[in-house]
């Protein structure tokens, strides 16, 4: 920093500009791979205007009051600064908060060390100059050997451009609480359908409120499930709990390996969607309301539902006719014809009729082994 200070007069960490090492920012930081990093996805968060010392968050806050007081003699400019403070303090945590996650996310939540880099108290002025205070974030991915103990050189296997385009590409949920953040604003990848679930209309049933939840979710691409459901107990459970359903994406959540199942050798349609609706009854027993918990997806919606694993899931009565085709050595295209001919907005797939006809067979074989 010194020796490129007294050669151009300006600040290195200033002069950043180049976008192939950007993650993320926001109004006063950014955050950047830097170059030639030391660890592999090593992150920096630096402030955009300059400033040597990272305690001087607080400082502009005082300085403001100072000046306001002395010059101004009023109350409004010491409000001002003390709001901006206090952005400058949620932008930085929101950005944090930002890169942290993207970095748990894409690398399956390393552990990690995160140093403040900051000039002494007691310095020079001439030193402010070209002293820049950052946040370094390192994960600890790979283990520090001999020869980085032994020389002091490190080995980074990633280049920087591509840890940033990684970090830099990972598409973080997004709830409803953030949306109301300083500075906010949702990735361009993210599709929101807040408006689409927004309503005041009150629901007569909790089946009123599902189907008109899941028909919205097929006009725009997508699948609606329930996610949790409660009751709200009785009795000594009843403490505590609240009637209410939360619904959600059918691409929600995380696939989960069983201890005793094969190695999974197919793809998962599971990516964390952040879609959430929130539905409970009303206080004084009107009907059901709904609201928009988090309206965005983190994925692209499908053009047709056809072959999508609840849209196209069969009903009890169905299930008993494709038993009953089945039986008759009906060959399974027919029966998927047979069930569109009965209802002209079923979606289901072949594959899904296969899929039945193997569950109802191993039933069977189930019940012959108990009556036997």
């Not at 950052?134 to 790979?142: A, E, K, M, N």
């Not at 929101?192 to 979710?217: C, H, Q, V």
């Not at 050798?265 to 952040?274: D, F, I, L, R, V």
């Not at 928009?292 to 008993?320: D, M, Q």
Request: net charge positive; hydrophobic share 35%.
């Amino acid at each position: 920093m010194k020796d490129y200070f007294y050669q151009t007069g300006k600040c290195c960490i200033c002069e950043i500009q180049s976008e192939d090492l950007l993650i993320d920012s926001s109004t006063y930081f950014f955050s950047l791979v830097p170059f030639a990093a030391s660890f592999p996805f090593e992150i920096w968060i630096i402030p955009r205007n300059h400033s040597a010392h990272f305690h001087e968050l607080d400082a502009e806050m005082s300085c403001m009051k100072t000046l306001s007081c002395g010059v101004a003699g009023g109350l409004g400019t010491w409000q001002y600064g003390k709001r901006r403070c206090r952005c400058l303090a949620l932008d930085l945590g929101g950005l944090m908060r930002q890169i942290l996650r993207k970095m748990s996310f894409q690398l399956n939540n390393p552990p990690y060390n995160f140093m403040i880099h900051s000039s002494p108290l007691h310095v020079d002025g001439s030193e402010l100059a070209y002293s820049h205070w950052f946040i370094q974030i390192v994960p600890q991915l790979i283990p520090t050997t001999g020869f980085e103990l032994g020389t002091g050189c490190h080995i980074n296997p990633v280049l920087p451009e591509d840890a940033a385009k990684v970090l830099r590409e990972v598409i973080v949920p997004v709830f409803a609480h953030e949306r109301r953040m300083v500075g906010f604003s949702p990735p361009s990848k993210i599709v929101d359908y807040s408006e689409a679930f927004t309503t005041k209309e009150m629901f007569p049933t909790r089946e009123y409120l599902l189907n008109w939840a899941r028909a919205i979710g097929r006009e725009n691409g997508f699948t609606v499930i329930i996610q949790r459901s409660d009751n709200g107990g009785s009795g000594k459970k009843k403490i505590g709990r609240k009637t209410t359903v939360i619904l959600g994406c059918e691409r929600s959540g995380r696939y989960r390996q069983y201890k005793d199942a094969l190695a999974r050798k197919t793809g998962t349609k599971k990516c964390g969607c952040p879609f959430r609706l929130r539905g409970r009854p009303v206080r004084n027993g009107d009907g059901w309301k709904v609201n928009v918990v988090c309206g965005f997806h983190n994925h692209e919606v499908i053009e047709t539902a056809i072959g999508s694993t609840y849209a196209g899931r069969l009903s009890g009565e169905e299930k008993s006719l494709v038993d009953d085709l089945t039986r008759s050595m009906v060959k399974p295209k027919d029966i998927l014809q047979t069930l569109k001919a009965r209802n002209e907005e079923n979606l289901t797939s072949i594959k899904q009729i296969y899929n039945v006809r193997q569950a109802l067979k191993r039933s069977r074989n189930i019940e012959m082994e108990h009556s036997a």
